[in-house]
């Protein structure tokens, strides 16, 4: 089976600024969730964020978790790479310890971690530790090559209301529309904190998003994507109901048979709870074939909890679980946000 991983999308699209852009508010950004098929760790976000107004730094994000609730973290910014790959094109996005190089475009990724994390546990952080609390330096390190197995999922691209929904509400300056897209790869290679060294083998979720993307009017959001062994996948957004009674971004889609299949949440597991594993975040999916249930479990997590002057106490959770859909299971990855007043 022959699967077509451009989607139809340009190749050019995935090569970097090659210089600061002139608009302010532009940005780019490369990112992923990495996971190990043991469930036992992973990297539940990792990215480098460039912002025009501030080009002689980029921003990154390195999430570090493992099952037993220890949590590692990089956070800040750093200064920026050379973008030239080796043909002199612009492939590299990178900052301080990390950088993210196209190697081939929607075919290959590789990154490149080499710095000083700071400890922390699951439940620190759910208590409201921040990567500005402090704690223990440890060395990290990682090389890992990411292998896209699916076609790209580019947001707005599987039905009229999802389209018209991010060109004309504030859902869409959340997401980076009209240009972000998500796509399912296989993963492998080495992560070494401190003394300890983790063969990766096993799956992510990568993320290119290039354009304007406000967060200021943010009110929660469940993100799921996995991908099977046999090639099956899925991965979704929804946002919660809009105070204003309009409809709601809703879009996501299934993989089978090397196909891109649109689909749209019918059951999301919404954060209403801070707990680092064992949460029970089964969703529903709604397709042109039918309803899908894929049952999900989370099995590690990190965590984000906002004090109210800053976002208004939003509360984020960023993790991996493990999904079983018609008897096969895989670990994927889940990021969910809630509002202190959605909070049980």
Known sequence: MTIDLTGGLDEDWEFVFPRQPDDPEARESVNAWIWDDSGTF?????????????????????????????????????????????????????????????VEPYRHLRLRLDGTAVATTSEAQINGWTPWSGGEQVPIRAEIDLHPAAPPWENGSTSDEARHILATQEEGDLIGYPWRFEQLCRASGTITIGDETHQINGGADRIRRQGI???????????????????????????????????????????????????RVVRAPWLRTLQASGQDVTVVLETAKGTIEVAGETVLSTFMVMPPEVGGGMQLQQGLARYTWDGESAIGMIERSSTPDQMA
């Not at 099956?232 to 196909?259: H, I, L, S």
Request: net charge negative; charged share 20%; proline share 9%.
């Open 42 to 102: 992973g990297l539940p976000r990792i990215g480098v964020e460039a912002v025009a107004d501030q080009w002689d730094t980029h921003d990154i994000q390195v999430n570090l978790g493992f099952a037993d609730g220890r949590v590692y973290n990089v956070f800040g910014p750093g200064p920026v790479h050379d973008p030239a790959g080796p043909d002199g094109r612009a492939r590299v996005l990178g900052a301080g310890p990390l950088s993210f190089e196209l």
């Open 213 to 263: 993307r406000r967060l200021a009017k943010f009110w929660g959001h469940v993100w799921q994507a996995a991908l099977f062994p046999s090639g099956r996948g899925f991965g979704f957004q929804v946002y919660p109901p809009r105070a204003d009674g309009k409809t709601t971004y809703n879009e996501g889609y299934v993989v089978d048979g090397g196909e891109l299949i649109p689909a």
